[in-house]
C-alpha cells in the first residue's frame, strides 16, 4: 500500500506524541489495498478550472498535501523525479493548492516543494505550518510543541529558505501551544505580515475559543481539520463558526486514512506500528459496521460513473462554497484521481440523499488514539 493515504501525517502526530512511530514500516499486510489500490475507475485528467475563497485567499478547488514527497509511512523514500513530476503535473491540471510544514521530513518537504513549484511560484498558493518543536537548523524532531514569537520568525526564515520563496501564502500553527497566548502568536504573524513574508494565517484542529480570540487580533483565513465522510466532528461546530467568520476550512485525511477509497476491508491486518491498528474504528468490531460507508461510496461511484475517491471528495467540496480538501499522495494516478472529483456534480436532490445516507452510518469507533487526540481542541492560555 502506498502512502498517497495520508497516514503519514499520524504517523508525525504519533511519533510528536510519544506513540511508538519508527516501525510504521510494515502498512497493511492483507486487504483490499492489495487487491484494487485506490479504485478501479480510470482517471479522465480532469482540469480544475474552479476556484474558491479561503477567506479573501483565491486558490483552486482541490489541492495537494505533499506531507509523504519526503518519506512514506512505510519509510520508504520516493524518487525526488517522479514527486517533482507530480508537483508539476498537478499545476499544469490546474491545482494551484500546495500544502506542507517544517515537521513533514523534517525540513524535506519543505525543500521538495519549493524546488516543484520554483517554475511557476507566483501562480500558486503555498501553505506551511510552524509549532511543534522541531530544531531550526538540524530538523530534529524534539517533544512538545513551541510557538513563542521569536521561534516563530526563526522558523519562517528557514521555511523561506527551503521553499525557495519570499513569502509564504498560508502559514498555520500547526497545533496550538498550551504556554503561548494566542495574542502573542498573532502579534508574531503581524509582524511577518508587515515585512511580507506571510501573506495569510490559519490554525490548525484549535479549541473554538482560541479561534475566536486568533480572529479577533488578526482575521484568520483558513482552519485545517481531518474531515471526511469517515470523521465529521467539523459538522458539530468548528464549521458553522467557520461560516459566521468569514474562515475557509482544509480538511486534511480527506480520504480517511484509504478508508473511503476502498483500500481497507473486513480482511484488512495492519502491521505492528501502523497507526491504524490503534484507532477503534478500524478494530474488527467496529470495522464490519463502518464498511457501510464504502457500500455507499459503491452505489453512487456505480451512480455516477467514477471512482470511490471522486465521490468522497465531491461530497466534501458539495458541503461549502469554502471548503477546500487536500488529499495527499505520491502515485501520478491517485494525484489525477483527486484531481477528477472537481468532474463530479451533485444535483441539490442527489447531495441531500448523500447527505442523510451519510448522516445515517453512525461511524464505530475513535479516528485517533488518546495520546495523539490530546493535541486537538486545546485553548491557549489567557494573555
Known sequence: MTNGIGLGRRAFLASAAGVAAAPLMGGLVTGAAAQNGFG??????????????????????????????????????PRRADMLNIIRTAYDRGLTFYDAAEAYGPHEVERILGEGVA???????????????????????????ISRPDHIKLAVEGMLGRLR?????????????PKVPIEDVAGAIKDLRAEGKVLHWGL???????????????????????????WRGPEAEVLSVCGELGIGFVPWSPLGVGFLAGAIDAKT??????????????ADESLAHNLALVELLKAWSERKQTGLPQIALAWLLAQKPWIV?????????????????????FSSSEITELNASVAAIEVRGKR???????????EAPPR
Request: glycine share 6%; net charge neutral.
Open 119 to 145: 517554475p511557476f511560484r507566483d501562480k500558486v498558493a503555498i501553505a506551511s505550518k510552524f509549532g511543534w518543536d522541531v530544531d531550526l537548523k538540524t530538523g530534529e524532531r524534539r517533544p512538545g510543541l
Open 368 to 378: 485517533l488514539p488518546d495520546a495523539v487526540q490530546v493535541f486537538s481542541g486545546v
Open 269 to 282: 491486518r495492519f502491521a505492528d506500528g501502523d497507526i491504524r491498528k490503534n484507532e477503534t474504528r478500524f
Open 204 to 230: 490548525c484542529e484549535m479549541g473554538l475559543n482560541t479561534l475566536r480570540r486568533a480572529h479577533a487580533e488578526l482575521p484568520v483565513t483558513a482552519v485545517q481539520s481531518e474531515y471526511s465522510m469517515l
Open 40 to 77: 478501479d475507475a480510470p482517471s479522465s485528467a480532469s482540469l480544475v478550472t474552479d476556484r474558491r475563497k479561503l477567506g479573501d485567499l483565491e486558490v483552486s478547488s482541490v489541492g495537494i498535501g505533499v506531507q509523504n514527497m519526503s518519506r512514506t509511512y512505510q519509510t520508504t523514500i
Open 325 to 345: 480538501p487536500i488529499p495527499g499522495t505520491t502515485q501520478m494516478d491517485h494525484m489525477l484521481q483527486n484531481i477528477d472529483a472537481v468532474s463530479v456534480k
Open 165 to 177: 520563496t519570499d513569502r509564504i501564502d498560508l502559514l498555520y500553527q500547526h497545533r496550538v501551544d
